[in-house]
């Protein structure tokens, strides 16, 4: 607790070591976005924002910039609010998945939220598919089998599993037969790695009503492409848990 004002950026507190004082101050740069939570070479992700050699993937600041620029009206007497965030998912080599969240109120509108998770390649910035680390079949066939895709389509007559073949076509099942429902070929994190296969988190968003949203998961486990498993070896890697998010456990 500081009993006074904090007036110019600076401040004092006692009864704190050496160690324990350059452990808050790493603390509070974190929080404050001056230090990243990681770094791997020239890939940085700080709370609200990630960089590779300088060029911005995501900010929460530039976000807010272009919703005021284009939602901004002068003459109009209704508020104008907007708010987004980010959290770290995983890191597979040059695959960073994230998830990333938002609340707004344009001028004269409604409240409303969005939110999501993505993933994409740090070196270009572009978004990586699914596909880049499992074989289609392997997950149309895990897809069949969720206890909660097989209960769900039960559920909704003239709804089947018959004609899902490929990727696109599980896609397509939830645009279509499941209104509110939303599945992208990104959506995509990894809770873990063993023996060849990865632990899946996949995704989408679910409406919830009154312009709000929220996260809709499956999980699988699932052979990696042999090519792709060298993404798995680098020692920087993390996954879901080692940092803060919205995903249920």
């Known amino acids: 607790r500081i009993n006074m004002p904090i007036l110019d950026g600076r401040f004092s507190l006692?009864?704190?070591?050496m160690k324990k004082s350059k452990a808050v101050v790493n603390k509070l740069e974190i929080e404050t976005g001056n230090a990243p939570l990681f770094s791997k070479r020239n890939?940085?992700?700080?709370?609200?924002?990630s960089v590779y050699y300088d060029e911005e993937r995501y900010g929460s600041q530039t976000d807010y910039s272009v919703f005021i620029e284009k939602e901004s009206m002068p003459d109009a007497d209704c508020p104008i609010f907007y708010s987004s965030y980010y959290n770290p998912l995983s890191l597979i080599g040059t695959i960073y998945s994230y998830e990333f969240g938002e609340a707004s109120e344009a001028a004269?509108?409604?409240?409303?939220?969005?939110?999501?998770?993505?993933?994409?390649?740090?070196?270009?910035g572009s978004e990586v598919s699914l596909m880049s680390l499992v074989d289609e079949k392997?997950?149309?066939?895990?897809f069949k089998e969720d206890s909660w895709v097989v209960k769900t389509v039960k559920e909704n007559e003239g709804v089947?599993?018959?004609?899902?073949?490929?990727?696109?076509?599980?896609?397509?099942?939830?645009?279509?037969?499941?209104?509110?429902?939303?599945?992208?070929t990104s959506g995509f994190c990894i809770l873990g790695f063993k023996n060849g296969k990865a632990k899946i988190r996949f995704v989408g968003r679910e409406y919830m009503g009154?312009?709000?949203y929220r996260h809709l998961q499956l999980g699988f486990e699932l052979p990696i492409k042999k090519q792709a498993e060298q993404l798995f070896?680098?020692?920087?890697?993390?996954?879901?848990?080692?940092?803060?998010?919205?995903?249920?456990?």
């Open 210 to 212: 009154f312009n709000h």
């Open 14 to 17: 006692s009864g704190f070591d």
């Open 108 to 124: 004269c509108g409604t409240m409303g939220n969005d939110l999501g998770v993505t993933s994409i390649n740090i070196k270009t």
């Open 233 to 249: 070896a680098d020692a920087n890697n993390f996954y879901v848990g080692a940092f803060v998010n919205g995903l249920t456990e």
């Open 138 to 142: 392997e997950l149309v066939a895990a």
């Open 43 to 49: 890939f940085l992700i700080y709370k609200n924002r």
């Open 160 to 184: 089947s599993l018959k004609n899902i073949q490929n990727f696109q076509d599980i896609l397509n099942l939830f645009e279509k037969d499941f209104a509110g429902i939303k599945f992208t």
